[in-house]
Each structure stands twice: as C-alpha cells, then as structure tokens.
C-alpha cells in the first residue's frame, strides 16, 4: 500500500493549498481516510476525515471553517483544502487510510506545509 502526499509548500498567511493524497495498493473507497499533522516540537494530531463514499467528514476544531476535505474514488484520491491559512498551521501533513472512523492502518510519507506571518 501506497500513500503519496503532495501539494505542500510555503504560503502567506491567509493564503491557500490544496493537498492531494493518492492512495494505491488498496480498495480505495474501503476506507476512511484521514489527513494529520505534526508541528515542529509538537505531537501529531487529527486535522480531519472522511467517510468511505464522502458523505460523512469529521475536522478538528482548529481547522473547522478553513479546510474542507473531500476525495475522489474514481481517482484513488483524498484532497484536503487549506483556506485562510495562519501561521500556527505551519507543520508537516499524513494522509492515512483507516478500516473504520477510529482506525488508521495506513499512513503517507508528509508534505510539509509552511505558513509566513
């Protein structure tokens, strides 16, 4: 199994990204998947997820308003959309595929994201 993150990069405080995760190796839509972060000094911690047909997302309450997760299972790929961007969001992003809400079986590499005041 295969999770290929991308889309990180260095932006301006309250600029955009759009994260993309291309899974591989695995039945796509069997799974919710996920995306985490890890800041500099810090524990890794939920960011937000989605159910396996997209109905259902979840996101932590430091995210709720600015990120919109979303995945496309024709194409093997979970999104994950970062609006109004704050310095405090500067840290390294997994996407990760889990079995059930609570579960996490599978994780990406990271794509860092970088937020200048």
């Known amino acids: 199994v295969q999770l290929q993150a991308s889309g990180g990069g260095l932006v301006q405080a309250g600029g955009s990204l759009r994260l993309s995760c291309a899974a591989s190796g695995l039945t796509f839509s069997n799974y919710a998947m996920k995306w985490f972060r890890r800041a500099p000094g810090e524990e890794r911690e939920f960011v937000a997820a989605?159910?396996?047909?997209?109905?259902?997302?979840r996101y932590a309450d430091s995210v709720k308003g600015r990120f919109t997760i979303s995945r496309d299972n024709t194409k093997n790929t979970v999104y994950l959309q970062l609006n109004s961007l704050k310095s405090e969001d500067t840290a390294v992003y997994f996407c990760?595929?889990?079995?059930?809400?609570?579960?996490?079986?599978?994780w990406g590499q990271g794509t860092q994201v970088t937020v200048s005041s």
């Open positions: 989605i159910s396996w047909s997209g109905d259902s997302t």
């Open positions: 990760a595929a889990g079995s059930t809400w609570f579960s996490t079986e599978y």
